[in-house]
């Protein structure tokens, strides 16, 4: 799991295709690290510019997602959305200032989804990594999947879930939810900077 929190971390401007997209962000988010000023904060918030956070929230909660309410759907996404940015800044911050290098080696589009095969290069590890995008109309391309050596960030989470609410419920998995974020958000306000 932890490559495909780092490799959030690649995410940047909003050019028009999938291929651009990650190759942009993988800059501005380098360039980001690699300056005094990287706060969880200022790269959670880049990562909002181009990862659809909600999209991956409905697509992990799978058909659960609509069993629920629409309230409960946005709190969903919204706790959801507050554990991944957490999550990815803090591994980003840990692991990305070591100069993680991507090598960009296709892109393939069939109508509104997208993928983008890369190689993430960490060291002397060479990692493949997926990410799958979708046209999310006037915001152009959004990230809202990563797999990182066959293992999907989506899948990972949707197995999760369905054993958490398999044996806590819905409101369960909910309130576990919300607990990892707290405990991942608290470093970062009480410390403002990691």
Wanted: hydrophobic share 40%; charged share 30%; glycine share 8%.
């Amino acid at each position: 799991m932890l490559p495909a929190l780092i490799v959030f971390a690649v995410l940047g401007g909003a050019p028009e295709s999938p291929l651009a997209v990650v190759k942009e962000g993988s800059a501005q988010v380098q360039k980001m690290l690699a300056g005094k000023d990287a706060t969880v904060e200022r790269l959670a918030a880049k990562a909002d510019d181009f990862v659809d956070f909600a999209e991956l929230a409905k697509r992990a909660l799978g058909k659960e997602w609509e069993k629920l309410a629409r309230k409960q759907q946005e709190d969903f996404s919204q706790t959801m959305k507050g554990l991944l940015r957490a999550s990815y800044a803090h591994k980003a911050l840990k692991d990305g200032r070591g100069g993680a290098n991507f090598t960009f080696d296709s892109e393939s589009v069939s109508g509104d989804d997208a993928e983008v095969v890369t190689t993430l290069v960490l060291k002397e590890d060479k990692v493949p990594v997926v990410y799958r995008l979708y046209r999310a109309g006037a915001k152009g391309w959004r990230v809202y999947d990563v797999v990182t050596d066959e293992v999907s960030l989506v899948a990972t989470y949707n197995d999760q879930f369905r054993k958490l609410i398999a044996s806590k419920g819905y409101e369960g998995l909910l309130s576990a939810l919300k607990s990892k974020r707290a405990e991942l958000e608290k470093p970062a306000a009480s410390a403002g900077t990691n």
